[in-house]
């Protein structure tokens, strides 16, 4: 067991580098602060996180659709929204050391966290998170264009586009997973405050009578999605908004919290927006966004509860709650507890030796599972130590093929957590790993 203190912090960004789960962007230009790269394995849990969102929140559903708008938009998107005047944090800066904090994060908001002066920190101004840029090679005023700040705009500038096409009718949900720029002020605790990052956003469109169900609805599913890819309960909580911290456009907001080892912090803010970006929306552009019910003849603007959580933040989450620590026979060993379904790799085929008559029924073996599964293949260094390479990665199978199999055709399956090993014919490989996998 390692402490949920900075010394889990400190072990898993230490094996985030070491074993390719995030690499710092531009490193060999010295970094590019707070910007990050996810590496090989990294890449695939943050793919796993994401497929598992999807499929719980549209695969599994009869009542959500998916889309994938554009990350540029112009300022009338923003202005209508209210990110223009609204989307701000107040900004300090230290006359002392010249640092900039966020006021609304300071401790002691008369010393500067940098430097420890005090009564050097200048007024507070509001400072506008959204990347602006210019489409096109004129650099003027005409041509600005947003970073998108959120993926949720997307699905209502569309609102009309997909209910026109997907004959779908209130309650039902636009779902995205794409990526979002902000500006940050300050970046920081890895990749949980980055100013590039991804998220996942539903937009479940619900008559107003309804939206109070939905919200303790949509509340439940997702503390209950976090639970089942086996966040443990007691570092999960949901946490209602005090009214001073709800967004410009919430009328009531809860966040699924995680308890990271600074204490509890931000996975997933679940809204209630209420009918404010559809009127908005519909104000600014002219273009009617409300629905029809044909049963009761009955017009009404959607009310629209958001679930929106961000996957890079947490697949670092599941990755500081995976992570343990165990002496074995005197060693210690390091663990990646993670769900099968959010391992990076859910199985390894490891030939016991480099000799080319392993060598060939190994590659076999990978054969038969890759349709099936995403398996590393791994023919270097001595068995124990390849198996606590696919420990510290989370990988939940190993599967060794050795000198017997030539004669037996059967392989030696080996569980991450118990360390066991089961002995199973080649022919029934595949029936037998989906058996413990249930899937
Ligand atoms: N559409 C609503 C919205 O964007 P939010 O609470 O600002 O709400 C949703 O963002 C989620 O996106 C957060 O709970 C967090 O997981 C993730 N997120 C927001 N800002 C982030 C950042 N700078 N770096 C990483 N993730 C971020």
Redesign the pocket.
């Known amino acids: 067991m390692v402490p949920n203190d900075e010394t889990l912090f400190d072990k898993v960004v230490n094996l985030s580098k070491r074993r390719g789960f995030v690499f710092q962007s531009a490193e060999i230009y010295g970094g590019f602060r707070s910007t990050y790269d996810y590496g090989p394995i990294g890449v695939l849990l943050l793919r796993n996180v994401k497929d598992q969102w999807w499929r719980s929140m549209v695969q599994m559903r009869h009542d959500v659709v998916g889309l994938d708008a554009s990350i540029l938009s112009p300022p009338a998107v923003w202005e209508a929204s209210g990110h223009l005047a609204n989307f701000t944090d107040p900004l300090v800066d230290c006359r002392e050391c010249g640092d900039r904090h966020r006021e609304d994060k300071l401790v002691d908001p008369s010393t500067c966290p940098s430097c420890g002066a005090t009564g050097t920190l200048t007024e507070a101004r509001q400072f506008n998170l959204m990347f602006k840029t210019h489409a096109g090679p004129v650099t003027e005023t005409a041509a600005e264009v947003y970073l998108r700040p ?1 993926t ?1 705009q997307g699905m209502f500038t569309n609102f009309a586009n997909v209910l026109n096409t997907s004959r779908k009718r209130p309650p039902f949900g636009i779902a995205q997973i794409g990526k979002s720029f ?1 500006n ?1 002020i300050t ?1 920081g605790n890895f990749v ?3 100013r590039e ?1 991804e ?1 996942m ?1 539903l937009e479940f469109f619900v008559p107003p009578d309804d939206s109070d169900e939905w919200f303790e609805h949509w509340c439940e599913v997702r503390r209950n999605w976090y639970l089942d890819l086996g966040m443990p309960d007691d570092r999960l909580r949901l946490r209602a908004h005090e009214g001073d911290e709800l967004s410009h456009y919430s009328k009531a907001t809860s966040d699924v919290e995680f308890l990271f080892p600074w204490g509890w912090d ?4 679940i ?1 209630n927006r209420t009918d404010f970006d559809l009127r908005r929306h519909a104000e600014a552009s002219g273009t009617r966004l409300e629905y029809l019910d044909p049963a009761t003849n009955e017009k009404y603007v959607p009310h629209v509860i ?1 679930p ?3 996957a ?2 947490t697949a670092m989450a599941f990755l500081m709650a995976a992570y343990d620590e165990e002496e074995v026979r005197g060693e210690q060993r390091t663990v990646l507890r993670l769900d099968p379904r959010l391992a990076p790799y859910t199985m390894a085929v490891l030939p016991l030796s480099k000799k080319p008559e392993l060598v060939e029924p190994s590659r076999e073996v990978l054969g038969l599972l890759q349709p099936h599964w995403m398996c590393d293949y791994d023919e270097t260094q001595a068995i124990g130590r390849r198996y606590r390479r696919q420990d510290e990665i989370g990988t939940p199978f190993c599967v060794t093929v050795d000198f017997e199999t030539l004669d037996d055709r059967a392989i030696t399956v080996r569980d991450r957590d118990s360390m066991e090993q089961e002995r199973v014919p080649i022919d029934e490989l595949v029936d037998h790993l989906r058996a413990r996998l249930r899937t």
């Open positions: 959120e949720a902000r940050e970046p949980f405050r980055t990052f998220q956003e931000e996975l997933e803010g809204a958001e929106a959580a961000g890079t933040r």
